[in-house]
C-alpha cells in the first residue's frame, strides 16, 4: 500500500522560507517519480513540482519556479521541497503524490500559511 506522509509545514512571514519533507512507503520509492501539489482554499489544486527517479530532471510550475527546489533522499525514501521567497499566494496545503504529475496517490497534506 502506497503511504505518504508530509511534514514542515508551517505560519511564516512574507520572504520566509519551509523545508517540507514526505517520507514514503509501500512502493519501490527509489524508481519512481514524485510530485508537489498544491491546494489553495477554493482553488483547484496547482501541481507545482516533480522530481525524477534519479533526482536529476525537476519540473516547476512558473509560479514557483526560482523560489522553491524539490530533491529527493532515496536512502531515506524522502522527497523534500524548499520553499524560499514566499509569498502569501503560496498559502494552502502541500501535498507529495507518486509519480510526474498531479494525479497520484497522495498523503494528507502539510499546511503552509504565508502572512504578516
Known amino acids: 500500500e502506497v503511504q505518504l506522509v508530509e511534514s514542515g509545514g508551517g505560519m511564516v512571514q512574507p520572504g520566509g522560507s519551509l523545508r517540507l519533507s514526505c517520507v514514503a512507503s509501500?512502493?519501490?520509492?527509489?524508481?519512481?517519480?514524485m510530485s508537489w501539489i498544491r491546494q489553495a482554499p477554493k482553488e483547484e489544486p496547482e501541481w507545482i513540482a516533480a522530481?525524477?527517479?534519479?533526482?536529476?530532471?525537476?519540473y516547476y510550475d512558473d509560479s514557483v519556479k526560482g523560489r522553491f527546489t524539490v530533491s529527493r533522499d532515496n536512502d531515506k525514501m524522502t522527497v523534500y521541497l524548499q520553499l524560499n521567497s514566499l509569498k502569501p499566494e503560496d498559502s494552502g496545503v502541500y501535498y507529495c503524490a507518486k509519480g510526474w504529475g498531479p494525479f497520484g496517490t497522495r498523503g494528507q497534506g502539510t499546511q503552509v500559511t504565508v502572512s504578516s
Open positions: 522530481i525524477a527517479s534519479g533526482g536529476v530532471a525537476a
Open positions: 509501500g512502493f519501490a520509492f527509489s524508481s519512481s517519480e
